[in-house]
């Protein structure tokens, strides 16, 4: 794991989604082989036995998208093995990679994000009004600045965007680095969080929780999840979808592809670029809804 975190700059979540999924094939090597595996047990592995671990996990419910994470994980533990001589890879050629599911991100109507980032649409809620105003400065920065959360939440106080500054930097994926124009609105609604919060947020994060520590992304989403019962959004309205809506309302109004690439912080064009197919599905959905001679 050190050489992820080291070398490759891999995030934490995809570490410990790595260490899951290799300590999960251990396990299950010691049931199969019968015996806990060692580096000659690692080196006589075939594909028949990478294949009983593939069906075992899908009888288990996995789904393509965490099978393919599980074999880039053991891939990438039995080449760290293989460069020491504790273990072999060439199998893996032999191997058929479940297909990864198409499926389009799903962004929120202009009008849905909008009402999502209101404060005034949780004004009947039993919360004090700085937890309102903290939550709703969260969602503006996941949609004014197609932040994902734990880079919203990662925001020291010292870096705050408010004033002035309207600029941000973010540590994104992997440690890189970008730094992101934060438009008016959303920096109202920081100063709006900041003057009402009681904590001294001096040296610490922006965003905190009702104790006064940092905030965990689970009270955003809990605050999400209420808005969208009262709202009656479908369940795909979550903070991440906020993101989405950020890019492809942007592409929907003209904005350019590789600038949204940027914004994002996507390593590759192509993650970008299926923004393009949403933008798409929804001016379809918009001509058959309206045209006359669409039914």
Request: charged letters at 25%; one cysteine or more; aromatic letters at 6%.
């Amino acid at each position: 794991m050190e050489a992820l975190s080291g070398e490759r700059r891999a995030s934490r979540y995809t570490i410990e989604g790595y260490a899951r999924d290799v300590a999960g094939f251990l396990v299950f090597l010691t049931g199969h082989l019968g015996a806990r595996p060692d580096a000659a047990a690692l080196s006589a592995l075939l594909p028949a036995d990478m294949r009983a671990y593939l069906a075992k996990r899908r009888n288990d419910g996995l789904e393509s998208r965490s099978l393919l994470r599980a074999i880039a994980a053991i891939r990438s533990f039995l080449r760290f093995l293989e460069k020491k001589g504790l273990a072999r890879t060439d199998f893996f050629s032999a191997i058929r990679p479940p297909k990864k599911p198409h499926s389009l991100p799903k962004a929120l109507t202009i009008r849905d994000a909008r009402d999502l980032i209101d404060p005034d649409q949780r004004a009947g809620e039993a919360r004090e009004s700085w937890v309102l105003a903290r939550d709703a400065a969260v969602l503006a920065l996941l949609y004014g600045v197609g932040l994902r959360i734990s880079e919203a939440l990662s925001i020291a106080r010292a870096n705050a965007p408010v004033g002035r500054i309207d600029r941000v930097t973010i540590a994104g994926k992997g440690g890189k680095t970008r730094t992101l124009p934060v438009i008016a609105p959303v920096r109202d609604a920081i100063e709006a969080y900041v003057a009402a919060c009681p904590y001294d947020l001096t040296g610490g994060p922006l965003f905190v929780g009702a104790r006064g520590g940092p905030l965990s992304p689970r009270i955003v989403q809990l605050a999400v999840e209420r808005l969208r019962g009262a709202l009656g959004l479908p369940d795909s309205a979550t903070p991440h979808a906020l993101r989405h809506s950020f890019a492809t309302h942007l592409l929907g109004r003209g904005g350019d592809l590789r600038a949204i690439q940027e914004l994002l912080g996507h390593a590759s064009l192509s993650t970008t670029q299926i923004y393009t197919a949403v933008d798409k599905k929804r001016l379809l959905d918009a001509y058959l809804s309206a045209h006359p001679r669409a039914e």
